[in-house]
């Protein structure tokens, strides 16, 4: 099974920056999609962005413009930059990879963004 570290978050003012980090435990080369999600209070999980293994991305439509998602194969890393960063932006934000074959869906445990007004 794969492991997944994330880090950077912490507390920043509106319109600021950061960046989050998801290190894994095996290669990241061939998982087919690599993604972070987020979950406020009281609310649902719900995705943020995802990267495939081609280096496809897709950005929910609410970071589209502010978010910006890569990957470092060789460093076994999936990023997220966050710019311009919004009160609504606070949640735990976790990080997951999926893949069909062979059957993976990990996650890890999360790491917290507050953004204050």
């Known amino acids: 099974q794969v492991q997944l570290v994330e880090s950077g978050g912490g507390l920043v003012q509106a319109g600021g920056s950061l960046r989050l980090a998801c290190a894994s435990s095996?290669?990241?080369?061939?998982?087919?999609?690599m993604g972070w999600y987020r979950q406020a209070p009281g609310k649902q999980r719900e995705l943020v962005a995802f990267?495939?293994?081609?280096?496809?991305?897709n950005y929910a439509d609410s970071v589209k413009g502010r978010f910006t998602i890569s990957r470092d194969n060789a460093k076994n890393t999936v990023y997220l930059q966050m710019n311009s960063l919004k009160p609504e932006d606070t949640a735990v934000y976790y990080c997951?990879?999926?893949?069909?074959?062979?059957?993976?869906?990990?996650w890890g445990q999360g790491t917290q963004v507050t953004v204050s007004s």
């Open positions: 997951n990879a999926r893949d069909m074959v062979p059957s993976l869906n990990a």
């Open positions: 095996k290669s990241i080369f061939s998982i087919n999609v």
């Open positions: 990267i495939t293994s081609g280096g496809s991305t």
